[in-house]
């Protein structure tokens, strides 16, 4: 059974760090492209960043552009996203997902991890 397995949420400062984690099972990640989301209560989800297949392609939302870092691992049958320069509005739970494309104008049609909740809080 194919499944992404979300991780690495928690609880960071202001400007602090975070690498989130999404390990893939029952299928080779590499063969589709990797979307990031998240939802905050009370708003609509955000596609925030994807990679393609082959790497070559990177898209980012302007609410997290330079900020933000999608990566993969090939050998892990894992995608990982960066946050660096974390601000309290990107306080949400994210979530990954796959698809055949990258692009961030749709949600992705694949298979969903399960979310992992990022508080960013003084």
């Known amino acids: 059974q194919a499944r992404l397995e979300d991780s690495g949420g928690g609880e960071v400062q202001p400007g602090g760090s975070l690498k989130l984690s999404c390990t893939a099972s029952?299928?080779?990640?590499?063969?589709?492209?990797i979307h990031w989301f998240r939802q905050a209560p009370g708003n609509e989800r955000e596609g925030i960043a994807c990679?393609?297949?082959?790497?070559?392609?990177?898209e980012y939302a302007d609410s997290v552009k330079g900020r933000f870092t999608i990566s993969i691992d090939n050998d892990r049958n894992a995608a990982y996203l960066q946050l660096d320069k974390l601000k309290p509005e990107d306080t949400a739970t994210y979530y990954c997902?796959?698809?055949?494309?990258?692009?961030?104008?749709?949600?992705?049609?694949?298979?969903w991890g399960q979310g992992t909740q990022v508080t960013v809080s003084s």
């Open positions: 997902a796959t698809d055949v494309h990258c692009t961030l104008t749709r949600p992705a049609m694949g298979v």
């Open positions: 029952g299928f080779t990640l590499q063969n589709y492209a």
């Open positions: 990679g393609s297949r082959h790497g070559e392609v990177r």
